[in-house]
């Protein structure tokens, strides 16, 4: 299974700025992150786990929530080993574990259900904190 590993989290005021970072690690280091699309998702306590942004495989573009939109931005390392996140003007509404998991194409991120393929599965997080 393909399994990412999160970081860059931590505890910022509001309208600071983060830059989370997904990896490979362990026994997903052979697996070539360019070959899948990226997701990073975000869970708040007591909320559903959300999708915020997605970075399509081998150069197909980015899409994001409405909510992160203009914020937000996805892209991928220059050695295509990494897929970040910027995270611009954050709120206390941006407060959450934040993941990032690889797919065939990019999961809705309308809030509609979604579930990881089988070839897939969930990190340990990253905690993002906006609070002043």
């Known amino acids: 299974q393909v399994q990412l590993v999160e970081s860059g989290g931590g505890l910022v005021q509001p309208g600071a700025s983060l830059r989370l970072s997904c990896t490979t690690s362990g026994i997903s280091s052979a697996v070539n992150l360019d070959l899948h699309a990226i997701g990073w998702f975000r869970q708040a306590p007591g909320k559903e786990r959300e999708g915020v942004a997605c970075i399509g495989a081998s150069g197909r573009g980015a899409d994001y929530a409405d909510s992160v939109k203009g914020r937000f931005t996805i892209s991928r390392d220059n050695a295509k080993t990494a897929v970040d996140l910027q995270m611009t003007s954050l709120r206390p509404a941006d407060t959450a574990v934040y993941y990032c998991?690889?797919?065939?194409?990019?999961?809705?991120?309308?809030?509609?259900?979604?579930?990881?393929?089988?070839?897939?599965?969930w990190g340990q997080g990253t905690q993002v904190t906006v609070s002043s």
């Open positions: 998991a690889a797919d065939w194409g990019c999961p809705p991120l309308d809030g509609s259900p979604y579930t990881l393929p089988g070839f897939s599965s």
